[in-house]
T-cell receptor, first 113, second 113 residues
Framework: DAGVTQSPTHLIKTRGQQVTLRCSPKSGHDTVSWYQQALGQGPQFIFQYYEEEERQRGNFPDRFSGHQFPNYSSELNVNALLLGDSALYLC????????????FGPGTRLLVL | AQSVTQLDSHVSVSEGTPVLLRCNYSSSYSPSLFWYVQHPNKGLQLLLKYTSAATLVKGINGFEAEFKKSETSFHLTKPSAHMSDAAEYFCVVSDLWGQNFVFGPGTRLSVLP
């Protein structure tokens, strides 16, 4: 049973560019959440997708957007990249129902130069 | 609103001695609580979770945590540290539906030979 997968593993971009990160949830999961983890800090919640809609959003600007596909996979898009967007981006999936645990992928490390 | 405080940014123990990583939380409602571990360049792995059942929760690799509502604490313990336990540990609070996942800043555990 595959866990949460993310691609690519590493990415280098320059300021002003746009980036797309991808996530496939754990089998049987239908909810995907995205987090940003800056160096030396805990992950910060970006947003959560369920039934192809953004269900919840953290304190991130509109430059951060996402999408969920019918197969529950998800993309995170970041426009107009800033140096401060350099971080590890984590995807987590969970199933329906109460008290659901989030399972995390290995992350995509983004470096903005 | 929810928040998590991890009282120590760095804990250092000798191999074979007990581990105590402290976590205090704040929540407007009955929370779910989690401990995750992150090894260098790896994703987050769930150690254990509390979801309003038994207050003493046993997790993987010999870790356990006790939920104390009166103290709003959820400290992580292990009787005997192993070298492989060296990693970053995150305490997480969420609502009972697995939403509003809020991470603490993390505690780095070092294990000395």
């Amino acid at each position: 049973d595959a866990g949460v997968t993310q691609s690519p593993t590493h990415l280098i971009k320059t300021r002003g560019q746009q980036v797309t990160l991808r996530c496939s949830p754990k089998s049987g999961h239908d909810t995907v959440s995205w987090y940003q983890q800056a160096l030396g800090q805990g992950p910060q919640f970006i947003f959560q997708y369920y039934e192809e809609e953004e269900r919840q959003r953290g304190n991130f600007p509109d430059r951060f957007s996402g999408h969920q596909f019918p197969n529950y996979s998800s993309e995170l898009n970041v426009n107009a990249l800033l140096l401060g967007d350099s971080a590890l981006y984590l995807c987590a999936s969970s199933g329906l129902g109460s008290q659901e645990t989030q399972y995390f992928g290995p992350g995509t490390r983004l470096l903005v130069l | 609103a929810q928040s998590v405080t991890q009282l120590d940014s760095h804990v250092s123990v000798s191999e074979g001695t007990p581990v105590l990583l402290r976590c205090n939380y704040s929540s407007s409602y009955s929370p779910s609580l989690f401990w995750y571990v992150q090894h260098p360049n790896k994703g987050l792995q769930l150690l254990l979770k509390y979801t309003s059942a038994a207050t003493l929760v046993k997790g993987i690799n010999g870790f356990e945590a006790e939920f104390k509502k009166s103290e709003t604490s959820f400290h992580l313990t292990k009787p005997s540290a192993h070298m492989s336990d060296a990693a970053e540990y995150f305490c997480v609070v969420s609502d009972l539906w697995g939403q509003n996942f809020v991470f603490g800043p993390g505690t780095r555990l070092s294990v000395l030979p």
